[in-house]
């Protein structure tokens, strides 16, 4: 089983920037997760893709973030960071960690981190 927490989400305003992260870990083995990424789901929408990032570095973005958002990674320390300049009001959400892992197969995602963007 593997266990996400994220931080760094609030309230802030038009214009301004927030980091989230999220680190994994997992009780009984080193993990060594293929993608890392976030996703968003906005009141009354459908979750969607934010952006996500490989082991080899390959990074995938939404194209309404493209340019505002920059997600890295550390893979010694399982963490997945989203910097976020220049939020609007489009972009409140609650934003979502999530991990793929090869060994298993499968993808997990965190509880969800709230960002609120105030116009």
């Not at 927030?18 to 976030?38: H, I, P, Q, Y």
């Amino acid at each position: 089983q593997v266990k996400l927490v994220e931080s760094g989400g609030g309230l802030v305003q038009a214009g301004g920037s927030l980091r989230l992260s999220c680190e994994a870990s997992a009780s009984t083995t080193t993990l060594r997760l293929n993608v890392m990424g976030w996703y968003r789901q906005a009141p009354g929408k459908q979750r969607e893709l934010v952006a996500t990032i490989a082991s080899d570095g390959y990074t995938n973005y939404a194209d309404s973030v493209k340019g505002r958002f920059t997600v890295s990674r550390d893979s010694v320390k399982n963490t997945v960071y989203l910097q976020m300049n220049s939020l609007n009001a489009e972009d409140t959400a609650v934003y979502s960690c999530y991990v793929f892992w090869a060994v298993t197969n499968k993808a997990y995602w965190g509880q969800g981190t709230p960002v609120t963007v105030s116009s």
